[in-house]
């Protein structure tokens, strides 16, 4: 069984991202990524501090704005807009979840698509499923498909099974898969909360993507001898012995099925590291998509 470096190929990436910087610096340009945050769930305040110092890593210009629980949606859709509207501004992203009172998929529509580098706009979500390469594709989904390559596992005419069918990580990872092309060709899968004998289902991945939201859910009776899987979760678990009280697990049950994969992603160290090095990555695309499209 081969241990998926989630770390090692996001620094990969990390340092692709730090060479195209410079190329940008060398024309007088430096991406910019903007990072509103509204009210105070810690999570989400973890994630954008972490956004943050990668930025500040790379040499990228960071914003953070972080605004009141109390933020009405007009507050937010005038901060997105003078967003929209900053020539130092490239990429903008709303950490989710909101508050209540924000209707969210109004806030991802006032996004300007072109600096839309989480890929969630409607446009983007079309550009994705016509494989059109100009557009954003979510980061996550994007990560899993690098650590695919940098593993050289073959997708081409593989059945890749994706459990879970979010805007987020299902969806766009089923997309990528069955478009046509490097990394892609596979024949796709998409299970979720409805699906019937999910055991059966799964068992008929060679690669086996888990992006439910469950700690330890898929188990070794989902898991094919010799299948490569691709852990999304993020669950915290509580553990009294742990310093924080808690302990991040995955979709899978690791210990469960680690012996039956040929390759298989951690948690913590594989899909984590590499969805703020594929939001760095579209923040530099975006930055070169922009100021080509405008010179
Ligand atoms: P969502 O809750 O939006 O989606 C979960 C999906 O799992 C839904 O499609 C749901 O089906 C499906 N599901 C739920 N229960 C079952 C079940 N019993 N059997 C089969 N399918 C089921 O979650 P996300 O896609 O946003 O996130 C999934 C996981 O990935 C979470 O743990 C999240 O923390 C993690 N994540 C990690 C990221 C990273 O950077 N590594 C980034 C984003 C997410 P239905 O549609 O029918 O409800």
Known sequence: MELIDGKAVAAKVLDECRAGVEELASAGLRPGLAVVLVGEDPASRAYVRSKERTCRDLGLHSVKLELPATTSQAELLEVVGDLNADP??????????????????????????????????????????LEDPSGFVPCTPLGCQRLLGEYGVNTRGAHAVVVGRSMIVGKPMAMLLMAKGELADA??????????????????ADILIAAVG?????????????????????????????????????????????????????????????????LMSNTIKACRQITSASH
Do not use: W
Not at 93 to 122: C, R, W
Not at 187 to 204: E, I, Y
């Open 88 to 129: 130092a501004i490239h990429g903008i992203l709303v950490q989710s979840p909101p508050p209540p009172q924000i209707d969210e998929a109004a806030i991802v529509l006032a996004i300007d698509p072109a600096k839309d580098v989480d890929g969630f706009h409607p446009q983007n979500v079309a550009k994705l499923a």
């Open 187 to 204: 024949t796709v899968t998409v299970a979720h909360s409805r699906t019937a004998d999910l055991a059966a289902v799964c068992q008929r």
């Open 214 to 278: 469950r700690p330890h859910f898929l188990g070794a009776e989902h898991v094919r001898e010799g299948a490569v899987v691709i852990d999304v979760g993020i669950n915290r678990v509580d553990d009294p012995a742990a310093k924080r009280g808690y302990r991040l697990v995955g979709d899978v049950d690791f210990d469960a099925v680690a012996s039956r994969c040929s390759a298989i992603t951690p948690v913590p160290g594989g899909v984590g590291p590499m969805t703020i090095a594929m």
